[in-house]
């Protein structure tokens, strides 16, 4: 069986061995929608939970910020700001200096200005006022509140000083929160590197619930929400996608309602299921941007895991062409000190280091299942310390798999990664 893989910009193909194949997990075809501008545009008329359009509700405000995701998140922003912005202006009346598109960095690095032009369309990305948030900037933050799990919420100034407030975001599965978006673009994206930190605490991700598709009973989610609420949201717009970032949903209005509608639809069109598990799963980080580095790769990892069957192997595809990861990433692979030590160690909260969150995830997984990387963007030196092993074909990973698990291994593809809510039945 023929399949392509998404692949940095481009895709790679596949064969699969004939009468192996368990299954390919995709989403769902939903068609997009006819006429995207025109779906924005009603979405934010007729907002849901009580919320009005932002040409109304911003009239009179001193000023309005509008966060945005970065560039990490696929948010077809060309077709998604200009009716708000219009809206803005010419609804509400204010003044083009006086609206502030704020890039919901987290700690990722900056958004860089050819990405902003990419993302934005060059009109918005140079007409507009455009700033990276900056997490590790400590006075650039006020603290709006603690959440009822006893984590303080510090928030980016220039949103909380704002007059009026607006979030933008993709939903999509999310390995920790359930699924993105909503909440997220303040909690953490727009957060202190203190608040990120405890909302990705080793504690809080081992509770239950924590898990992909699912926010009832999610711990990491409630608490992004209620840091969200904290905040204070006057306005939230989200869309779905399909694989080819076409819009299929537009959901605006009040921040929870809105995003709960999201994930709904998000998990109508993302679910699917094998019969059993696979000996060995192939999978990617649905190519660029969430395969720029390893460290957003683990998404498409995490994404395979409820369908290998225990001690198989997963298999992905991500080209990391900007490596490993951040900084404080690349050095904590390199001084791996062990699964034991180092969930012992971030267990007892001694000696926090900004992304282990991702690495904890990633174990979750490496208890399951081995994983073969198929990447030219890393080394071998690079992900030893993890016990990954790099091949430099799909077809070197998939002969590889097949000598540990036999001629008869069943095997699975999952070539959109991440944006599958895969399972079992």
């Given at each position: 069986?023929?399949?392509?893989?998404?692949?940095?910009?481009?895709?790679?193909?596949?064969?699969?061995?004939?009468?192996?194949?368990?299954?390919?997990?995709?989403?769902?075809?939903?068609?997009?929608?006819?006429?995207?501008a025109g779906a924005v545009k009603a979405a934010l008329l007729a907002p849901?939970?009580?919320?009005?359009?932002?040409?109304?509700?911003?009239?009179?405000?001193?000023?309005?910020?509008?966060?945005?995701?970065?560039?990490?998140?696929?948010?077809?922003?060309?077709?998604?700001?200009?009716?708000?912005?219009?809206?803005?202006?010419?609804?509400?009346?204010?003044?083009?200096?006086?609206?502030?598109?704020?890039?919901?960095?987290?700690?990722?690095?900056?958004?860089?200005?050819?990405?902003?032009?990419?993302?934005?369309?060059?009109?918005?990305?140079?007409?507009?006022?455009?700033?990276?948030?900056?997490a590790r900037d400590a006075v650039g933050h006020v603290r709006v509140g603690?959440?009822?799990?006893?984590?303080?919420?510090?928030?980016?100034?220039?949103?909380?000083?704002?007059?009026?407030?607006?979030?933008?975001?993709?939903?999509?599965?999310?390995?920790?929160?359930?699924?993105?978006?909503?909440?997220?673009?303040?909690?953490?994206?727009?957060?202190?590197?203190?608040?990120?930190?405890?909302?990705?605490?080793?504690?809080?991700?081992?509770?239950?619930?924590?898990?992909?598709?699912?926010?009832?009973?999610?711990?990491?989610?409630?608490?992004?929400?209620?840091?969200?609420?904290?905040?204070?949201?006057?306005?939230?717009?989200?869309?779905?996608?399909?694989?080819?970032?076409?819009?299929?949903?537009?959901?605006?209005?009040?921040?929870?309602?809105?995003?709960?509608?999201?994930?709904?639809?998000?998990?109508?069109?993302?679910?699917?299921?094998?019969?059993?598990?696979?000996?060995?799963?192939?999978?990617?980080?649905?190519?660029?941007?969430?395969?720029?580095?390893?460290?957003?790769?683990?998404?498409?990892?995490?994404?395979?895991?409820?369908?290998?069957?225990?001690?198989?192997?997963?298999?992905?595809?991500?080209?990391?062409?900007?490596?490993m990861g951040s900084a404080e990433f690349e050095e904590m692979v390199r001084?791996?000190?062990?699964?034991?030590?180092?969930?012992?160690?971030?267990?007892?909260?001694?000696?926090?280091?900004?992304?282990?969150?991702?690495?904890?995830?990633?174990?979750?997984?490496?208890?399951?299942?081995?994983?073969?990387?198929?990447?030219?963007?890393?080394?071998?030196?690079?992900?030893?310390?993890?016990?990954?092993?790099?091949?430099?074909?799909?077809?070197?990973?998939?002969?590889?798999?097949?000598?540990?698990?036999?001629?008869?291994?069943?095997?699975?593809?999952?070539?959109?990664?991440?944006?599958?809510?895969?399972?079992?039945?």
């Amino acid at each position: 069986m023929k399949i392509s893989l998404p692949y940095g910009r481009g895709t790679v193909p596949c064969d699969l061995p004939d009468g192996r194949v368990a299954g390919v997990l995709k989403t769902a075809r939903t068609p997009p929608v006819r006429d995207p501008a025109g779906a924005v545009k009603a979405a934010l008329l007729a907002p849901c939970g009580g919320a009005l359009s932002p040409g109304n509700a911003a009239r009179g405000k001193n000023g309005a910020c509008v966060v945005i995701s970065d560039v990490t998140r696929p948010v077809p922003y060309r077709v998604l700001l200009p009716p708000l912005l219009d809206m803005l202006e010419n609804g509400a009346g204010l003044k083009r200096e006086d609206i502030l598109l704020l890039v919901a960095t987290g700690l990722h690095r900056a958004t860089t200005p050819g990405e902003l032009d990419e993302m934005l369309g060059p009109d918005v990305a140079a007409g507009y006022r455009t700033a990276n948030h900056d997490a590790r900037d400590a006075v650039g933050h006020v603290r709006v509140g603690v959440t009822g799990g006893g984590i303080p919420v510090d928030v980016d100034r220039r949103y909380v000083e704002a007059g009026y407030r607006i979030t933008t975001s993709l939903v999509e599965p999310h390995f920790m929160a359930g699924f993105s978006g909503g909440r997220k673009a303040i909690c953490p994206g727009i957060s202190s590197a203190d608040t990120i930190g405890l909302l990705h605490g080793a504690a809080l991700l081992a509770e239950q619930g924590v898990e992909t598709g699912r926010v009832a009973g999610n711990p990491v989610h409630g608490e992004m929400l209620e840091g969200a609420l904290l905040a204070g949201v006057d306005f939230s717009v989200n869309v779905t996608v399909d694989s080819e970032r076409r819009i299929t949903g537009v959901f605006a209005g009040e921040l929870g309602t809105c995003h709960e509608a999201a994930c709904r639809f998000c998990a109508g069109t993302s679910s699917a299921s094998l019969d059993s598990a696979a000996d060995i799963v192939l999978t990617t980080s649905a190519g660029y941007p969430l395969d720029a580095t390893f460290y957003q790769a683990v998404k498409g990892i995490v994404a395979a895991a409820p369908v290998v069957r225990q001690g198989g192997t997963i298999i992905i595809a991500a080209e990391c062409g900007e490596g490993m990861g951040s900084a404080e990433f690349e050095e904590m692979v390199r001084g791996f000190e062990g699964r034991e030590a180092f969930l012992e160690r971030i267990g007892r909260g001694a000696g926090f280091t900004v992304d282990q969150w991702q690495l904890q995830m990633l174990l979750k997984v490496q208890c399951r299942a081995r994983v073969l990387l198929v990447a030219g963007g890393v080394s071998q030196a690079d992900v030893a310390p993890l016990g990954i092993s790099l091949c430099r074909t799909v077809e070197d990973a998939l002969s590889r798999a097949t000598r540990i698990h036999g001629e008869d291994s069943r095997v699975a593809a999952m070539p959109e990664g991440p944006y599958v809510l895969a399972g079992i039945g």
